[in-house]
């Protein structure tokens, strides 16, 4: 059995959170599951309401500020009122520079308004410095350990 509603979600400037968003997205495909990979500006908000899982990868720009594209998307999630996603699965990676004052200013926004609105966390937020590759590995193995409950069995 396939569950449904399961989508990677990315929210960028320079392309960094796309290509680990890709990334994500093909291993939880490879589990067996249907996953959707889509940047944040291109999902009308609305949607949140028919998924189970969304798994947020976001930088920060400016000062703590969005991408631009991300910009909406955010502005609508801080917004939501309480319980509104009660239901919804959600991860976060935070991607960010700590050389500037707010660190994954963004990422911590949106896990603290995904929480605020009833979101249950499946694995802790990472907030993730220049280098990337270790970070992402440890955060994208939690998660995957935990969807696997969920995987199809594959009989040989
Ligand atoms: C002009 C500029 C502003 C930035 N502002 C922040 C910031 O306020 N906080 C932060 O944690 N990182 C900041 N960053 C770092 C980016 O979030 C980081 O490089 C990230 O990996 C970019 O990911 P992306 O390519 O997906 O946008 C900034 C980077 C640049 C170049």
């Known amino acids: 059995m396939n569950r449904k509603g399961y989508m990677v979600l990315y929210g960028t400037q320079t392309g960094t959170a796309e290509d680990l968003a890709m990334e994500l997205q093909e291993d939880i495909q490879e589990m067996g599951i ?6 944040v500006f291109d999902v009308d908000f609305s949607r949140l309401d028919s998924l189970e899982h969304i798994f ?10 969005p991408p631009d594209d991300a910009d909406g998307f955010c502005e609508a999630l801080s917004s939501v009122s309480a319980g509104r996603l009660t239901g919804l699965n959600y991860a976060v990676f935070a991607l960010g520079d700590s050389g500037y004052e707010l660190f994954c200013e963004c990422g911590k926004n949106v896990d603290k308004f995904l929480g605020f609105a009833g979101a249950h966390s499946l694995a802790e937020r990472v907030d993730c410095d220049i280098d990337i590759d270790e970070p992402f590995r440890v955060w994208k193995e939690n998660l995957l350990s935990k969807l ?6 594959v009989w040989a």
């Open 56 to 65: 947020v990868i976001i930088s920060t720009w400016g000062d703590g500020d």
């Open 148 to 153: 696997r409950n969920y995987a199809p069995i």
């Open 34 to 39: 249907e996953c959707e990979c889509e940047n």
